[in-house]
């Protein structure tokens, strides 16, 4: 992102940076700026309903210094967020999140729970949010039953 400078010292330097042994920065910025420049090669597309030409885009070669800096940033974190929900998706249990959009929001106060009269209410409700009941889909996952089907369906 340095040879982005104007300064021309600066565009020579060769920085290393230490940042573990899975990600690599010089590998991210590269394939960030491909992408970009994949972007304005494709073209602006139409994602949402408002109407053509509604919103601008920043185009890559158009840009210059801060402004190229902060478009690698944005690419690079909005690519790393979606590794991040793809493997959250992949996960059963710790994934479940992924799906809570169209979930009933219940509004549960610190009253509502200290005037529950049973210590099994708060059990089983807590246990419904995470999944952690036994039905039959879990009692075959946690080896407690071969089949997971229902036998009332």
């Given at each position: 992102m340095l040879e982005e400078s104007d300064d021309p010292v600066v565009k020579t330097v060769q920085t290393s940076?230490?940042?573990?042994?899975?990600?690599?920065?010089?590998?991210?910025?590269?394939?960030?700026?491909?992408?970009?420049?994949?972007?304005?090669?494709?073209?602006?597309?139409?994602?949402?309903?408002?109407?053509?030409?509604?919103?601008?885009?920043?185009?890559?070669?158009?840009?210059e210094g801060k402004e190229k800096?902060?478009?690698?940033?944005?690419?690079?974190?909005?690519?790393?967020?979606?590794?991040?929900?793809?493997?959250?998706?992949?996960q059963p249990q710790q994934g479940q999140w992924t799906n809570w959009d169209t979930a009933i929001q219940r509004s549960l106060t610190w009253n509502d729970i200290w005037h529950m009269n049973k210590p099994l209410r708060i059990s089983f409700l807590i246990r419904s949010v995470y999944d952690l009941l036994p039905s039959n889909a879990n009692l075959e996952r946690w080896g407690k039953k071969d089949d997971p089907t229902c036998p009332l369906c």
């Amino acid at each position: 992102m340095l040879e982005e400078s104007d300064d021309p010292v600066v565009k020579t330097v060769q920085t290393s940076l230490k940042t573990g042994r899975k990600w690599k920065v010089t590998e991210a910025v590269d394939e960030a700026k491909e992408c970009l420049k994949m972007k304005e090669v494709i073209g602006q597309t139409q994602t949402v309903r408002i109407g053509l030409g509604s919103t601008t885009a920043k185009w890559w070669s158009k840009t210059e210094g801060k402004e190229k800096r902060d478009m690698i940033i944005d690419e690079i974190r909005n690519k790393e967020d979606s590794t991040r929900v793809q493997k959250a998706v992949q996960q059963p249990q710790q994934g479940q999140w992924t799906n809570w959009d169209t979930a009933i929001q219940r509004s549960l106060t610190w009253n509502d729970i200290w005037h529950m009269n049973k210590p099994l209410r708060i059990s089983f409700l807590i246990r419904s949010v995470y999944d952690l009941l036994p039905s039959n889909a879990n009692l075959e996952r946690w080896g407690k039953k071969d089949d997971p089907t229902c036998p009332l369906c």
